[in-house]
């Protein structure tokens, strides 16, 4: 709840600019506030994620995904992330959140999210999501008839990359109906 207040803003503000498929990249603006930084001064590794919510927030509204999955009953969820530090983004620098979708597998939608500081990749992460309904989740077909419904194609072979492939196959657990026993 720590940036409802910026999600609200984002959700907002996404009505009154251009709309996008959800092929194309969100960029959205912000400040390393106060509430992002550590004693060190920069944005808390733990925080990049819930800015890089917005990110996503404003490609779903501005695709009319988010309508389409509210309608649908769907909401998303992340399954697994993973990210990269080049550099810090610094108390009070304006930087941008780039987010976009690269890929599907078998289960889950791929999205990217970069910070960037004039021009330049300071944080790059990857988001391994799923949409789940009141059945459980959804399946990419289901996902694919919604964007199809909203007026968009599919692109042929959007799938990821098997450097993405293989991160989640190394890094998944075991479905929340199977045991996952705490051992080392």
């Not at 194609?153 to 199977?178: C, N, Y």
């Amino acid at each position: 709840m720590h940036v409802i207040f910026r999600t609200l803003l984002i959700l907002l503000k996404a009505r009154r600019r251009p709309t996008m498929t959800p092929w194309e990249t969100s960029v959205i603006t912000l400040r390393a506030l106060p509430t992002d930084i550590d004693i060190l001064m920069h944005i808390n590794n733990g925080q990049y994620f819930s800015l890089f919510d917005l990110g996503r927030y404003d490609l779903m509204a501005r695709s009319g995904m988010w309508k389409g999955a509210k309608e649908r009953g769907w909401h998303p969820v992340v399954q697994a992330e993973q990210i990269t530090f080049r550099r810090s983004v610094t108390f009070m620098t304006k930087f941008e959140i780039h987010t976009r979708l690269i890929g599907m597998d078998d289960r889950c939608f791929y999205i990217e999210h970069r910070a960037v500081v004039d021009g330049e990749i300071y944080v790059r992460a990857v988001v391994a999501g799923r949409l789940v309904g009141k059945q459980g989740p959804v399946t990419n077909e289901q996902i694919a008839e919604m964007i199809e419904d909203l007026g968009y194609e599919m692109p042929e072979g959007f799938t990821v990359s098997e450097e993405i492939a293989q991160w989640r196959r190394d890094t998944a657990l075991p479905s929340a109906r199977k045991p996952a026993p705490n051992v080392f």
